[in-house]
């Protein structure tokens, strides 16, 4: 098939766009680079199912495609809170425009939703039915209520004009590739582990969060993409093992062999005290869970960071 990966440049969509090749599937990455980097194409480039464009999803643009991911937004709140007014225009009209598209060419539009549409949860684990507790005024509105405009454009376009959609919530995705400036609390304690510096916590450090793997988060992104049209979801796409923040700082440490410091710090603003996926419909209708356990993905990841750190190092001394 003929697949658009909007947002294709990310850590999250260039992961998906070498599953799609693998599978024998044309591909067009489309990204306006903002967040997301090339260096993450590099080895796809020379792919004779690959291309790549630069554009602005708050723009209309065309394609002639089979399926639509739209993955395009920044994701970590110190990067989409830089350009709140663009971050929720990607959001809005970057769904639109995709769904212009699937609907003149006949594509199934699959959207990357989140977990932040759950804002702080009064409700845990949070189940596909939870309709969410979100500020509209919180500096992280222009995010998650992008993300909840997405899904009910996404519907309305379904409903009104037929176009074949999917909708998949993702929770804290991590792994290999993931910018090490991303700003993500993974990246972040990594890096400043590797560095000895203090881990900086928000607040005590006490509010949970559940991490997914890369490699589980696409094969679940796979499975929406197979399943049948009816399957319209939405769907949580996350691994239910919850832990706090607190305790991550301390595995990775641990992992690392740092002698870094946990430090506590002030709190962030509408940060969530729980987030943790129900996924028994994606169990049901997918037939899909994760399999990746956090120390396994934790330790591929630091490799993965240890390596580009180096290679950073090197390049800096034969500059």
Same mark, same amino acid.
């Given at each position: 098939?003929?697949?658009?990966?909007?947002?294709?440049?990310?850590?999250?969509?260039?992961?998906?766009?070498? /599953?799609?090749?693998?599978?024998?599937?044309?591909?067009? /990455?489309?990204?306006?680079?903002?967040?997301?980097?090339?260096?993450?194409?590099?080895?796809?480039?020379?792919?004779?199912?690959?291309?790549?464009?630069?554009?602005?999803?708050?723009?209309?643009?065309? /394609?002639?495609?089979?399926?639509?991911?739209?993955?395009?937004?920044?994701?970590?709140?110190?990067?989409?809170?830089?350009? &709140?007014?663009?971050?929720?225009?990607?959001?809005?009209?970057?769904?639109?425009?995709?769904?212009?598209?699937?609907?003149?060419?006949?594509?199934?539009?699959?959207?990357?939703?989140?977990?932040?549409?759950?804002?702080?949860? %009064?409700?845990?684990?949070?189940?596909?039915?939870?309709?969410?507790?979100?500020?509209?005024? $919180?500096?992280?509105?222009?995010?998650?209520?992008?993300?909840?405009?997405?899904?009910?454009?996404?519907?309305?376009?379904?409903?009104?004009?037929?176009?074949?959609?999917?909708?998949?919530?993702?929770?804290?995705?991590?792994?290999?590739?993931?910018?090490?400036? %991303?700003?993500?609390?993974?990246?972040?304690?990594?890096?400043?582990?590797?560095?000895?510096?203090?881990?900086?916590?928000?607040?005590?450090?006490?509010?949970?969060? $559940?991490?997914?793997?890369?490699?589980?988060?696409?094969?679940?992104?796979?499975?929406?993409? %197979?399943?049948?049209?009816?399957?319209?979801?939405?769907?949580?796409?996350?691994?239910?093992?919850?832990?706090?923040?607190?305790?991550?700082?301390?595995?990775?440490?641990?992992?690392?062999?740092?002698?870094?410091?946990?430090?506590?710090?002030?709190?962030?603003?509408? %940060?969530?005290?729980?987030?943790?996926?129900?996924?028994?419909?994606?169990?049901?209708?997918?037939?899909?869970? &994760?399999?990746?356990?956090?120390?396994?993905?934790?330790?591929?990841?630091?490799?993965?960071?240890?390596?580009?750190?180096?290679?950073?190092?090197?390049?800096?001394?034969?500059?």
């Amino acid at each position: 098939m003929r697949v658009l990966v909007t947002g294709g440049a990310g850590f999250l969509g260039s992961h998906l766009c070498r /599953a799609l090749l693998g599978r024998g599937h044309q591909v067009l /990455a489309m990204d306006n680079l903002l967040t997301g980097r090339m260096e993450t194409l590099h080895d796809l480039l020379e792919h004779k199912g690959f291309s790549f464009r630069k554009w602005d999803v708050s723009l209309p643009y065309e /394609a002639e495609v089979d399926v639509i991911f739209n993955m395009a937004s920044a994701a970590s709140p110190p990067k989409y809170q830089i350009d &709140p007014v663009h971050t929720l225009r990607t959001n809005v009209l970057g769904a639109d425009h995709a769904l212009r598209v699937a609907q003149t060419c006949g594509a199934v539009m699959i959207q990357a939703s989140t977990s932040e549409i759950y804002g702080d949860p %009064d409700c845990h684990p949070q189940p596909e039915s939870y309709v969410g507790q979100i500020d509209p005024l $919180s500096p992280r509105a222009c995010y998650n209520e992008g993300k909840r405009a997405a899904e009910t454009l996404c519907f309305d376009y379904h409903r009104r004009h037929g176009v074949r959609v999917k909708i998949m919530r993702l929770f804290n995705t991590y792994g290999p590739a993931m910018d090490i400036e %991303d700003g993500r609390v993974v990246t972040n304690f990594l890096a400043a582990a590797l560095r000895d510096a203090p881990l900086q916590l928000h607040g005590d450090g006490s509010q949970t969060r $559940s991490f997914c793997y890369v490699s589980d988060t696409i094969a679940g992104m796979l499975a929406l993409m %197979d399943s049948d049209d009816t399957q319209t979801g939405p769907y949580n796409i996350g691994n239910p093992g919850e832990i706090t923040v607190r305790a991550l700082a301390e595995q990775i440490k641990a992992l690392t062999g740092s002698d870094s410091p946990v430090v506590s710090g002030p709190a962030a603003t509408d %940060d969530p005290r729980r987030r943790c996926p129900d996924i028994t419909r994606a169990k049901a209708e997918l037939n899909w869970a &994760p399999s990746v356990p956090l120390a396994d993905g934790l330790r591929h990841t630091l490799d993965d960071i240890r390596a580009r750190l180096a290679a950073r190092a090197a390049q800096g001394t034969a500059g």
